[in-house]
Structure formats: structure tokens, C-alpha cells
């Protein structure tokens, strides 16, 4: 258990963060290269880690990714992150991009996924985070649905190390 007092969702959250497509951002297939999108949610994830946890935090897991549906040339991304939870030195950041139409405001659910996260301390070694308060009904929802991912997460990871014992 941490003694830092615990910070809710909306402080470190990232909302509607813009990136326009662009040409040198499409696949042979014409639409956005899957890991772009990908790199930018793992780069603004560490956002709301360090907000969250005032430390510098490293990538310890990437879970869940769904492709919904392709961006296309001239959309427009848009980028909601926030912390699920959290649990001693680690955190779960879930992140939703969207594609706009610039031109209708049309939007679609392009993406989710979830990453896990890990604070360290100046010698590079895991350090406790403070606990979220989750303030919305919907933040209510995915701070429960964080345990469940987590104890599969974990329940994954031990019978992955046996079987290869």
C-alpha cells in the first residue's frame, strides 16, 4: 500500500488528443499503419502513467489490442487515454482512439487497447503509485473490469513460467 494520497482519473487522463493523417501514415493497403497508431497510444499511455505516479514509468505490458475499424487518408485521430487502476508499482491505462471526418465530424471507434505500466525510482527499481479514484459511472465500470484483466494477466503469466519449467 502506498502513503501517497490518491488522485483521480481526470488528473491525468488525456482527452481528445488530435493527429491528422497524412500520406507517409498509410499501409500498402491504403489505410493508417496499425503501428503508428499503436506507438502513439504507447507514448501518450506513459503520459498518464508519469502524471499519475510523478515517476518515470516503463512499459511492463500491452494487452487487448482491438483494430475496429481502418483509418483513412484525411481522417483525423483522436486519442483518449486514462488510468483504469492501479496496484503497487503498476497501472492500467486504457486507451480508445477514434477517426473524424474533418470534413462531416463524422467519428468511428478505431481502436482499444490496454497497457500496463510500471513506476520507477531513481535506481531503476519498481516504486509504489497512488491508488485511483474513479469519479464517472464509466470510470466506476473500468476500474473494476481492470482487476478481472490483471488476474488473467497474472494467471497467464504463471502457467506460461510452469510450462516452461
Not at 515517476?55 to 500491452?62: I, K, L, N, Q, S
Not at 503498476?90 to 505500466?117: C, D, P, Q, W
Amino acid at each position: 500500500m502506498t502513503d501517497k494520497p490518491a488522485k483521480a482519473v481526470s488528473a491525468s487522463a488525456i482527452e481528445k488528443h488530435v493527429y491528422k493523417v497524412f500520406p507517409n501514415d498509410m499501409n500498402s493497403h491504403n489505410t493508417v499503419f496499425g503501428g503508428m497508431i499503436m506507438a502513439k497510444c504507447d507514448r501518450l499511455a506513459l503520459v498518464v502513467a508519469e502524471r499519475h505516479s510523478a515517476h518515470v514509468c516503463v512499459t511492463a505490458a500491452v494487452d487487448s489490442i482491438h483494430f475496429r475499424a481502418p483509418a483513412k487518408g484525411n481522417d483525423t485521430l483522436l486519442f483518449n487515454l486514462s488510468l483504469n487502476r492501479s496496484w503497487g508499482s503498476s497501472m492500467e491505462i486504457g486507451a480508445k482512439v477514434e477517426a473524424e471526418n474533418s470534413y462531416t465530424g463524422e467519428t468511428r471507434h478505431i481502436l482499444s487497447a490496454f497497457f500496463t505500466f510500471v513506476a520507477l525510482d531513481e535506481h531503476g527499481k519498481p516504486v509504489d503509485v497512488p491508488q485511483v479514484i474513479p469519479e464517472t459511472e464509466d470510470q466506476k465500470r473500468r476500474y473494476a473490469k481492470a482487476q478481472i484483466r490483471r488476474e488473467g494477466r497474472l494467471r497467464t503469466r504463471d502457467e506460461l513460467s510452469k510450462a516452461s519449467g
